[in-house]
Every structure is written in structure tokens, then in C-alpha cells.
């Protein structure tokens, strides 16, 4: 896969085998976008492996004090 690609949400949701409704949550937590211009959204996949990799391990640190 190429990291510098743009992804749509469904691409997205396929590469990483989530549904849309996580993504959207994600979204909400503050999940990077690249691009959206109204309801056109993409993501660059690289910003959204490193944002995933920096929550998980703040989500881990807060479960385990």
C-alpha cells in the first residue's frame, strides 16, 4: 500500500477492518483528515497508522495508571 495514498472512508475502513462507524468516532476523538471539501473526505493512510499507534498507547497508559 502506498502511505502517501489518499484514502476514502471506505477504503479506509477497509484496509483497517473497521466499521464507518468507528471511523467516525475516531473522527470525533480527532482522527486526522487530509482532505474534505463537503462531504468529500480522505485520509492519508501513513497519518492515520501514526495517530492510531499514538492513541492506543494513551489509551493504555490511562487503563493502566
Given at each position: 500500500k502506498n502511505?502517501?495514498?489518499l484514502l476514502k472512508t471506505k477504503d479506509l475502513c477497509d484496509?483497517?477492518?473497521v466499521t464507518r462507524q468507528t471511523i467516525h468516532k475516531?473522527?470525533?476523538d480527532g482522527l486526522p483528515i487530509?482532505?474534505?471539501r463537503g462531504r468529500v473526505i480522505r485520509y492519508?493512510?501513513?497519518?492515520v497508522i501514526d495517530w492510531l499507534q499514538?492513541?492506543?498507547t494513551e489509551r493504555s497508559i490511562?487503563?493502566?495508571g
Open positions: 502511505m502517501t495514498e484496509q483497517l477492518s475516531w473522527r470525533k487530509a482532505f474534505k492519508n493512510f501513513q497519518e499514538i492513541h492506543k490511562a487503563r493502566n
